[in-house]
């Protein structure tokens, strides 16, 4: 059971999800619903899910995010873009100015939901103060997109958040989430899991149902806004032969498991352009990856939900689907 000291506002707004139908989203929309907000969901295939508003919507677009956004008290950016760093050259610079400039139009607040990619190699725990210093492509660009809103919070043009997590698993989270990939979807079908590189080191992973949690109690606190915040998330992380034992006892199976290394996942970028472009953040994987959330916990007061419970309802979500 998580306390929350400092709850989201009791009062109904407008909350309009950028980038809906993928795992935050989808969370995210039923912790919105449950609080009785009215929810809008704008996408490009004009995603729907039962209680929302659907809206089909090109983020790239200036008019459709204007259109998306208009008469919203809370934006969420949740896009997800192909794994291609050219993909995200070419477009998470043109989605990020669009989005500020059409929350700034229609006096939105605006959550973006992030991810550690800027940060770079770290021995360190990663917190809100940890320096930009990205050795990707991906996260030199994630670096300047994070800038981009930041000089707009500094300036004062706009009431924003930005909310990171690690890697994340949970219900939703299907192929944008590699423990469930390698290791979940695996042992659920009675193969041999996967890990990446070196199954001893520690990871911290961020629970998706925590995610959505984390980015309502954000919204509704005044408080929270023109800061970076990290969501909850478990900690000490935890490493991948522990993670696929857990799953392999709520199963009823042997942890068994395969681990890839770099030549292998190298190899296997040549006929597939995803694990092509995951080849460069395989460094995430080469040391124990920290990320720290006290920040959020103290101050809402919040207990990020245990790798134990988290596997186990993760199970039991995709079991019933």
């Not at 050795?135 to 043009?157: D, F, P, T, V, Y």
């Not at 920040?295 to 995709?318: A, L, Q």
Request: overall charge neutral.
């Amino acid at each position: 059971m998580n306390k929350e000291q400092n709850t989201p506002s009791k009062k109904p707004g407008r909350h309009t999800i950028l980038g809906a139908g993928g795992a935050i989203g989808n969370c995210l929309t039923h912790e919105l619903l449950s609080h009785g907000h009215e929810v809008r969901l704008a996408s490009r295939s004009g995603y729907a899910m039962e209680a929302t508003e659907s809206v089909k919507a090109n983020i790239d677009s200036y008019n459709d995010t204007l259109r998306a956004v208009e008469g919203s008290d809370i934006v969420y950016l949740c896009v997800g873009l192909p794994y291609d760093a050219k993909v995200w050259k070419d477009l998470w610079p043109k989605i990020m100015r669009n989005t500020i400039d059409a929350c700034k139009k229609a006096n939105a607040r605006l959550i973006f939901f992030d991810n550690v990619y800027m940060y770079g190699k770290t021995d360190e725990k990663m917190t809100e103060t940890t320096p930009y210093n990205p050795c990707s492509k991906k996260g030199e660009i994630r670096a300047a997109i994070a800038r981009q809103l930041e000089e707009e919070m500094e300036q004062g043009n706009i009431r924003a958040i930005i909310a990171r997590s690690a890697d994340f698993y949970g219900p939703y989270a299907a192929q944008t989430s590699l423990p469930y990939v390698m290791a979940l979807e695996k042992l659920m079908k009675g193969k041999k899991a996967q890990w990446m590189v070196d199954a001893g080191l520690l990871h911290s992973y961020s629970y998706t149902i925590d995610c959505a949690r984390g980015l309502n109690l954000l919204a509704g606190s005044d408080d929270a806004f023109n800061q970076i915040w990290h969501l909850p998330t478990c900690n000490p992380g935890i490493n991948g032969e522990t993670f696929i034992r857990l799953a392999a006892d709520e199963l009823g199976q042997e942890a068994s498991y395969t681990v890839l290394k770099k030549w292998m996942i190298k190899l296997g970028g040549l006929f597939n352009k995803t694990i092509e472009e995951l080849y460069e953040m395989l460094y995430q994987n080469e040391m124990n990856y920290h990320f720290d959330s006290t920040k959020f916990n103290h101050y809402f007061r919040y207990e990020p939900t245990s790798y134990e419970d988290g596997i186990r309802e993760t199970i039991h979500f995709f079991s019933k689907r």
